[in-house]
C-alpha cells in the first residue's frame, strides 16, 4: 500500500542561489494543489543514492506558502556530509521526479510580537517565509543574519527591499554578529533563530541570562550521548501486546521495527520529529533535539530514534 503522506513531485525550476547553494522548486506533475504549510516547515527528501540505497533528508521550505502547487527548498552542498546533499546538486534537475513527505511544521511562527530573526549560513531558509509573515502582518521586526562572505550567504537579493530591518554579516569582511547585544535589545521581542549548533548556543545562553522568548531550530542534535552509558530497559507496547528488551547501543526505534512494528521515521537522530511516539508509562530520557523544556518535563511523547527510558520500563502507544 502506498504512503498517503508521501508525495512524488517534479523538479520543475533550479536555481544558485550562493555559493554551494542551489534552490529547487518542486510541484506535481500534473500542478495539482499541494498540502498547505506554514512558516516554519519542512519537508523530507526521499532519494535513491547510488551505493547507499534510499537516503532520506529534511529541508525548509522557503518560498510562499500561498503558492499551493509548489514548495521550494534550499540545498548547501556538504561535501563532507552523507551523500544526500552531493546527490541534490548531481542529480535533481528539471523534470527529475523526487518522493518527499508532506510538510511537517516543528518551528510554528507564533502571533504577534516584535519578532528579532537571527540566521546562520543556510538557516536563512525557515527564516524567510516568517520575514514574508511579519511584513504581511505589519509585525515589527529584524534580521540578523551571519555567513562565511556574501557570496556564499543565500537570498541576500530576496533581502534587499527590507535593508533598513536587515543586518547582514559576512565573515571575511571582519563583521562579527553581537549575538549577546542583540539578545538584549531584544526586549520584548521574540527570538526565531537557525544555524549551527555554536550560534544557537550562544543565543540560548544569552536568552538565559537576559530573560529573552528563544525559539530555535537545530540542523544536529547535539543531546545525543555515547552508548557507554545506556542501561537496558523493555519497552511494553500497549496496541501490539509486545514487550521488548532494549539493549545498550539499540534505540526503541530499531527494536521496535526488528519485531514488525511499523513506525513512520527519517532522521533517526532526533530532529525531524516523525517518530514522535506517545508516552503511556514511565520516565523518557529525552535525547532529541525537539522537545521544549515543558514539554519534556510532561512526557507525553518521545522521539523513539534516540530517547530512552530514565530507569524502569516504558509503555507506549504502539
Not at 509548489?70 to 521526479?97: C, K, M, N, Q, W
Not at 520575514?131 to 534580521?143: K, N, P, T
Not at 527494536?255 to 513512520?264: F, K, L, R
Request: net charge negative.
Amino acid at each position: 500500500m502506498s504512503d498517503p503522506t508521501m508525495l512524488t513531485l517534479q523538479v520543475v525550476a533550479r536555481n544558485l542561489e550562493s555559493d554551494g547553494v542551489i534552490s529547487l522548486v518542486l510541484a506535481d506533475p500534473m500542478r495539482a494543489s499541494l498540502p498547505a504549510w506554514t512558516p516554519g516547515a519542512h519537508i523530507d527528501l526521499h532519494m535513491e543514492v547510488p551505493g547507499r540505497g534510499e537516503v532520506v533528508r529534511q529541508y525548509s521550505l522557503c518560498g510562499d506558502p500561498s503558492r499551493d502547487t509548489e514548495y521550494r527548498i534550499a540545498v548547501l552542498r556538504e561535501p563532507d556530509g552523507g551523500g544526500g546533499s552531493r546527490h541534490i546538486h548531481d542529480a535533481l534537475f528539471p523534470g527529475t521526479l523526487t518522493r518527499v513527505s508532506s510538510p511537517r511544521n516543528l518551528f510554528e511562527l507564533g502571533p504577534g510580537a516584535p519578532l528579532v530573526f537571527v540566521a546562520g549560513g543556510i538557516g536563512i531558509t525557515p527564516i524567510l517565509p516568517m520575514i514574508a509573515r511579519a511584513q504581511e502582518q505589519g509585525i515589527d521586526w529584524q534580521l540578523h543574519y551571519a555567513g562565511r562572505s556574501i557570496e556564499t550567504m543565500a537570498f541576500t537579493r530576496e533581502l534587499e527591499p527590507h535593508a533598513g530591518r536587515t543586518f547582514l554579516y559576512p565573515a571575511d569582511q571582519g563583521r562579527r554578529m553581537e549575538v549577546r547585544e542583540i539578545v538584549r535589545n531584544a526586549g520584548q521581542a521574540v527570538i526565531y533563530a537557525c544555524g549551527p549548533g555554536r550560534l544557537l548556543d550562544a543565543l540560548q545562553e544569552a536568552a538565559d541570562r537576559y530573560g529573552r522568548d528563544l525559539r530555535a531550530e537545530r540542523f544536529v542534535n547535539e543531546n545525543i550521548v555515547s552508548a557507554a552509558s545506556d542501561e537496558p530497559f523493555s519497552v511494553e507496547l500497549s496496541e501490539s501486546g509486545l514487550t521488548l528488551e532494549v539493549l545498550p547501543g539499540e534505540s526503541i526505534l530499531e527494536v521496535v521495527s526488528a519485531a514488525g512494528v511499523p513506525v513512520p521515521s527519517s532522521c533517526r537522530g532526533g530532529t525531524c520529529g516523525t517518530c514522535e511516539t506517545f508516552v503511556l508509562a514511565g520516565r523518557p530520557d529525552h535525547r532529541d533535539a525537539i522537545l521544549s523544556a515543558k514539554e519534556r518535563e510532561e512526557s507525553e511523547v518521545m522521539m523513539i530514534c534516540v530517547s530512552r527510558s530514565k530507569g524502569g520500563p516504558i509503555k507506549l502507544e504502539l
